[in-house]
C-alpha cells in the first residue's frame, strides 16, 4: 500500500510539474526533490509514470521548467559523482536521476530548436568565461563516467570504506576498478548482481545520450559532424575513458552465457550479467562507428610494452576508443577477444538432449557488427583470425545467420552485415586457404546432407540464399559471388553436391532472356566463369568432381559460346518476358560467330566502375601480375533498403565500363547506366527454357524457376534502356572461355572413349580416370590471380550507422527508451 502512495506522490509531481505555466524555481529544492526521491524503485514506474504526451506538453508550454528539470537532475548526478554516493539512500537518488534523464532525453532530441540545449551556455552565467561551467552535456557524462566506477555502487571498493569514510572520487584511480579481467587487465573482481544492474542502467543513460544520432534524417549533409556526446565520452577529456573502454570490452569477451552448463540454470535464477554485456556491446559498436578523424585509424607497429598505450599515435584518431582498439596488438589479447566473440556467436547454434535447457542469447547482429568494425580497425587482429582454423568459428555461425534470415525480409541487414563480413575476410588468401578443412561440426540447417570442406558449405548456402531467398537479397549477388570468385583459386577438392550447385547458378544466369533483361545480370555470369577458370587453372588435380559436372553441363558453355545476338533473337527471347524491345536500325550487321573465346586474362566480371553511395567499394588486387592486363576496379550493385526499414539514395548514375561504342543510340564517352531501381512489377508466367537442355538436374528445377522468375527484377531499368545487338556483343566478346572449352575439347572424347570401350554407367569409374588425369601444357598460360578487396565508402558508412540504429532500437524495449518518438534516421513500419 506503502509503495502505491508513493507512486501517486511521484505521479502528482509530474502533473503539478506540466500543468503548471509559471516557471518553478530552481531554488525550490522541496518540489524537484520528489522525482528523485525513493518514490519510484524501478525504471519501468518512471516510464509508465511520465507519458510521452506530457514530456511533449511540457516541452512546448513550459519549456522552462523543462530545462529546470534537466539542470537539477544532471546537478544531483554531478555532486553524488563527487561524494560518491556512499549511502543507500543517494543511490536509489542516482539511479532515479539517471532514470528520468533516459525517459526525456529522446524527446529533447526529437526538437531541432531543444537539441542545443545540453551544448549551451546555462542561462545567467557570464559571457566573459572566467567563472563559465561545462555545458551541461560536459557535466553529465563526466558524472555518469565517475559513477561507472564508484566504489560500492558500480564496482567492489579496494579497501575498506563505508558511509563514513568514503573514498575520494577526485583522486580514485579507475583504471585499478577494471570491470573484469582480460586485454590490459590481469585481476578478477568479484562480480556483484547489485553493481551489474547499477552499471546497466548508467550504461543505458549514455546510449541514450549518444542516440541523438536517430534523430538525423539519412542523408550525407545532416551527419557531417560526429556526435558531440560520442565525441566528448571518447576524448582526452574523459579521464575514464581507457578503463571504460577496456571494461566493456572485457565484460563482453568474458561473458559464458552456459556458465557451467546445469541445464535450465537460466531459468531457475536471474543472470544480472546478461543485460549489462548487452548495452556494454551496443554502446562499443556506437562510439566506434563516430570517428572524429579525417585519418584513417593507424595500427601501432610496435611489438613489445603494454597492451595499450593511453597517449595517441600522432596521426591517430581522436576518438580513443578507436585508438585503444587500433593499438592491441598482444596475440593473448587476439586470443582472449576472438574466443569471447566466437563463444557468444556459436551460443544460439548450440544443440542438447534437452530442449531449450541452454541459456540463448539475442545480440548476435551487434556481435557482428563489432566483429567487422575490429578487423576493419585493426588489421592484425584480422590476420589473428585468418592465421589459425579459428576463422571457421565466426564462418559457421555467420552462414547459420544468413541461412536463416534469407525469407525474412525484416533481417535484410542481417543478411547485408554477414556477407560483408565474408567479403572482408576473403580478400586475404589465408581464408580461402581454411576453408579446405573438412566441415564435421552439424549444425541444424535446410541444406543438402553432403560430405565435404567448409568451402562446400559456403557454396551450398550462398546457392540456397540466391535461389530461395527473397527479392530484396538480388543486390547481393554479385557480392556473394564475389567472396567465391576471390576464394576459388585455393579450394583444393569440391563435393559433387557443391559442384552441382555452381553449375546449376551458371544454367540459372545464362538463360538468354536472364541476360537480355538488365544492363548487369551478364556480370553474374562473369563471376561464375572465373571461378570455374580458378579452379581448372590452379586446383585441376583435386577436383575432379567439379570437371565431371561441368563435362556433364557442357552444354550450357556451348549454348554461352554461341549466344545469338541479333535482333530478332533478342527480341524473341524478351518477348516471352514481355520485355519491350527496341526496333532494329537500318544497319543490321551480322554479328561474328565465336570460336572459343577471348582470353580469360582478359574477362572483367562484375566491373561496375561504381562509386554506390550505399555500397562498399572492391579493389582489385593482382596476386600474380601479368604485365598487359588492363583491369578495372569493380564495384558492387547497389544495395536498396539496407535496414530493412530505409531505402539509402544511390549516386544519380553510374558508369558502366563495359558500355559499347555504340549503345540506344549513344557513343560510349556519353553512354551512362539509369539509376537503378526495384521492380514491383514482376514477370507472372513461368521462366523461358534455354533452347536446348543438357542432363539438368531435376531437383534443382524448382528453384531455379523461383530464381529466374525474379531475374528481370534484378535491377529493373527504366523504360529507356534496351538490349541491343551491340550491347550484347561488346560483353559476348569477353566471355572467359578458352580455358574450359580448351578442357571439355581435351577430356570430353577420352571420356567418351572409356565409356565406350568399358560400357560404363556409373559415374565413380569416370572420375577415377578424371582423378589421374592432367592438363599440364594443354591449358592456355594461366591467368593472373584477381582478389577483389572490400573497400568502405561513405554509403557503407551511412549504411552501418542506420542498421546498427534500427538494431539497437528494436533491441531496448525494456524500458522502451524510444518508442513512439519522431526517429528520423529509419522509418518505423508498426504491424
Known amino acids: 500500500m506503502g509503495n502505491t502512495d508513493t507512486k501517486l506522490n511521484f505521479r502528482k509531481a509530474v502533473i503539478q510539474l506540466t500543468t503548471k505555466t509559471q516557471p518553478i524555481e530552481p531554488n525550490d529544492e522541496a518540489f524537484w526533490e520528489q522525482f528523485w526521491s525513493e518514490s519510484v524503485t524501478c525504471v519501468q514506474d518512471v516510464f509508465t509514470l511520465i507519458p510521452a504526451a506530457e514530456i511533449r506538453a511540457l516541452r512546448e508550454e513550459s519549456p522552462s521548467n523543462l530545462a529546470t528539470l534537466c539542470y537539477k537532475a544532471v546537478e544531483r548526478l554531478v555532486l553524488a559523482a563527487e561524494s560518491g554516493c556512499p549511502s543507500q539512500r543517494e543511490q536509489q537518488t542516482v539511479l532515479n536521476c539517471v532514470r528520468l534523464l533516459t525517459r526525456i532525453l529522446p524527446y529533447i532530441f526529437e526538437d531541432p530548436d531543444w537539441r542545443g540545449f545540453f551544448w549551451s551556455t546555462l542561462p545567467g552565467q557570464s559571457e566573459e568565461g572566467e567563472n563559465e561551467s561545462p555545458p551541461l552535456a560536459q557535466s553529465l557524462l563526466n558524472a555518469v563516467s565517475d559513477l561507472l566506477f564508484c566504489p560500492d555502487f558500480t564496482v567492489t571498493s579496494a579497501r575498506k570504506s563505508g558511509p563514513d569514510n568514503p573514498e575520494d572520487m577526485g583522486t580514485i584511480d579507475s583504471c585499478e576498478y577494471i570491470w573484469e579481467a582480460g586485454v590490459g587487465f590481469a585481476h578478477s573482481p568479484s562480480h556483484s548482481s547489485i553493481h551489474d544492474q547499477n552499471r546497466t542502467e548508467l550504461l543505458k543513460l549514455c546510449l541514450t545520450c549518444f542516440s541523438e544520432t536517430m534523430y538525423l534524417p539519412p542523408v550525407a549533409d545532416a551527419h557531417v559532424s560526429p556526435n558531440q556526446w560520442i565525441q566528448y565520452f571518447t576524448s582526452t577529456e574523459n579521464r575514464h575513458a581507457l578503463p571504460l573502454f577496456t571494461s566493456l570490452l572485457n565484460c563482453l569477451c568474458s561473458y559464458d552465457p552456459v556458465g557451467y552448463g546445469v541445464p535450465y540454470n537460466h531459468l531457475m535464477f536471474s543472470d544480472s550479467r546478461?543485460?549489462?554485456?548487452?548495452?556494454?556491446?551496443?554502446?562499443?559498436?556506437?562510439?566506434?562507428?563516430?570517428?572524429?578523424?579525417?585519418?584513417?585509424?593507424t595500427v601501432d607497429g610496435t611489438s613489445t610494452g603494454t597492451a595499450m598505450?593511453?597517449?595517441?599515435?600522432?596521426?591517430?584518431?581522436?576518438?580513443?576508443?578507436?585508438?585503444?582498439?587500433?593499438?592491441?596488438?598482444?596475440?593473448?589479447?587476439?586470443?582472449?577477444?576472438?574466443?569471447?566473440?566466437?563463444?557468444?556467436?556459436?551460443?544460439?547454434?548450440?544443440?542438447?538432449?534437452?530442449?531449450?535447457?541452454?541459456?540463448?542469447?539475442?545480440?548476435?547482429?551487434?556481435?557482428?557488427?563489432?566483429?567487422?568494425?575490429?578487423?576493419?580497425?585493426?588489421?592484425k587482429f584480422m590476420f589473428f583470425v585468418l592465421k589459425s582454423s579459428d576463422v571457421l568459428d565466426i564462418l559457421v555461425p555467420i552462414l547459420y545467420y544468413l541461412n536463416d534470415a534469407r525469407a525474412d525480409q525484416s533481417r535484410v541487414g542481417l543478411m547485408h552485415i554477414g556477407v560483408f563480413i565474408l567479403l572482408l575476410l576473403s580478400g586475404e588468401r589465408n581464408f580461402g586457404v581454411r576453408l579446405n578443412k573438412p566441415y564435421t561440426v552439424r549444425v541444424p540447417m535446410d541444406i543438402p546432407v553432403f560430405t565435404g570442406t567448409h568451402a562446400d558449405f559456403l557454396i551450398?548456402?550462398?546457392?540456397?540464399?540466391?535461389?530461395?531467398?527473397?527479392?530484396?537479397?538480388?543486390?547481393?549477388?554479385?557480392?556473394?559471388?564475389?567472396?567465391?570468385?576471390?576464394?576459388?583459386?585455393?579450394?583444393?577438392?569440391?563435393?559433387?553436391?557443391?559442384?552441382?550447385?555452381?553449375?546449376?547458378?551458371?544454367?540459372?544466369?545464362?538463360?538468354?532472356?536472364?541476360?537480355?533483361?538488365?544492363?548487369?545480370?551478364?556480370?553474374?555470369?562473369?563471376?561464375?566463369?572465373?571461378?570455374?577458370?580458378?579452379?581448372?587453372?590452379?586446383?585441376?588435380?583435386?577436383?575432379?568432381?567439379?570437371?565431371?559436372?561441368?563435362?556433364?553441363?557442357?552444354?550450357?558453355?556451348?549454348?554461352?559460346?554461341?549466344?545469338?545476338?541479333?535482333?530478332?533473337?533478342?527480341?524473341?527471347?524478351?518477348?516471352?518476358?514481355?520485355?519491350?524491345?527496341?526496333?532494329?536500325?537500318?544497319?543490321?550487321?551480322?554479328?561474328?560467330?565465336?570460336?572459343?573465346?577471348?582470353?580469360?586474362?582478359e574477362a572483367e566480371p562484375g566491373t561496375l566502375k561504381a562509386s554506390l553511395a550505399a555500397t562498399p567499394r572492391l579493389d582489385k588486387m593482382t596476386e600474380k601480375s601479368a604485365p598487359d592486363e588492363g583491369h578495372k576496379p569493380p564495384t558492387l550493385k547497389e544495395i536498396a533498403e539496407a535496414t530493412g526499414t530505409h531505402s539509402i539514395q544511390p549516386a544519380n548514375e553510374i558508369q558502366d565500363p563495359m558500355a559499347p561504342d555504340?549503345?540506344?543510340?549513344?557513343?560510349?564517352?556519353?553512354?551512362?547506366?539509369?539509376?537503378?531501381?526495384?521492380?514491383?512489377?514482376?514477370?507472372?508466367?513461368?521462366?523461358?527454357?534455354?533452347?536446348?537442355?543438357?542432363?539438368s538436374a531435376l531437383s534443382e528445377n524448382s528453384s531455379s524457376k523461383r530464381l529466374l522468375s525474379r531475374g528481370g527484377s534484378i535491377t529493373s531499368q527504366t523504360s529507356s534502356w534496351v538490349a541491343t545487338p551491340e550491347w550484347v556483343q561488346s560483353w559476348k566478346q569477353k566471355l572467359p572461355l578458352q580455358t574450359i572449352m580448351r578442357m571439355l575439347q581435351v577430356l570430353v572424347p577420352q571420356v567418351e572413349k572409356i565409356c565406350i570401350d568399358k560400357g560404363l554407367t556409373d559415374e565413380t569409374e569416370i572420375l577415377k580416370f578424371l582423378q589421374h588425369g592432367t592438363l599440364v601444357g594443354l591449358l592456355p598460360v594461366p591467368h593472373p590471380i584477381l582478389i577483389r578487396k572490400y573497400q568502405a565508402n561513405s554509403g557503407t558508412t551511412m549504411w552501418f550507422r542506420t542498421y546498427l540504429w534500427g538494431v539497437i532500437y528494436l533491441r531496448n524495449v525494456d524500458p522502451p527508451i524510444w518508442y513512439d518518438t519522431n526517429v528520423k534516421l529509419f522509418e518505423i513500419q508498426r504491424v
Open 309 to 379: 598505450d593511453q597517449s595517441s599515435d600522432a596521426g591517430g584518431s581522436d576518438n580513443l576508443f578507436l585508438n585503444y582498439l587500433s593499438r592491441i596488438h598482444r596475440e593473448e589479447d587476439f586470443a582472449f577477444i576472438l574466443k569471447g566473440i566466437t563463444r557468444l556467436l556459436n551460443n544460439p547454434l548450440m544443440q542438447t538432449y534437452l530442449p531449450g535447457s541452454c541459456k540463448r542469447i539475442q545480440f548476435h547482429q551487434e556481435l557482428l557488427v563489432l566483429f567487422w568494425k575490429m578487423c576493419d580497425i585493426n588489421k
Open 460 to 601: 551450398i548456402v550462398f546457392h540456397k540464399i540466391i535461389t530461395t531467398g527473397h527479392q530484396r537479397l538480388q543486390p547481393l549477388f554479385d557480392c556473394l559471388l564475389t567472396i567465391i570468385v576471390n576464394v576459388s583459386p585455393y579450394l583444393k577438392t569440391l563435393s559433387m553436391v557443391a559442384s552441382t550447385k555452381l553449375l546449376h547458378l551458371l544454367e540459372a544466369f545464362s538463360t538468354p532472356w536472364f541476360l537480355f533483361a538488365s544492363p548487369t545480370n551478364h556480370h553474374l555470369v562473369f563471376f561464375l566463369l572465373e571461378v570455374f577458370n580458378n579452379i581448372i587453372q590452379y586446383q585441376f588435380d583435386g577436383n575432379s568432381n567439379l570437371v565431371y559436372t561441368i563435362i556433364r553441363k557442357r552444354n550450357v558453355f556451348h549454348q554461352l559460346a554461341n549466344l545469338p545476338i541479333d535482333h530478332s533473337s533478342i527480341a524473341r527471347a524478351l518477348t516471352k518476358r514481355g520485355k519491350k524491345f527496341a526496333p532494329p536500325p537500318m544497319d543490321t550487321r551480322e554479328p561474328q560467330t565465336m570460336e572459343g573465346a577471348t582470353p580469360a586474362a
Open 662 to 695: 555504340t549503345a540506344a543510340g549513344g557513343d560510349s564517352s556519353s553512354y551512362k547506366r539509369p539509376p537503378l531501381e526495384k521492380s514491383n512489377s514482376m514477370p507472372s508466367e513461368s521462366p523461358v527454357s534455354p533452347t536446348s537442355t543438357s542432363d
Open 274 to 297: 546478461e543485460p549489462l554485456v548487452e548495452v556494454a556491446l551496443q554502446v562499443l559498436c556506437v562510439t566506434m562507428e563516430n570517428d572524429n578523424s579525417s585519418s584513417t585509424v
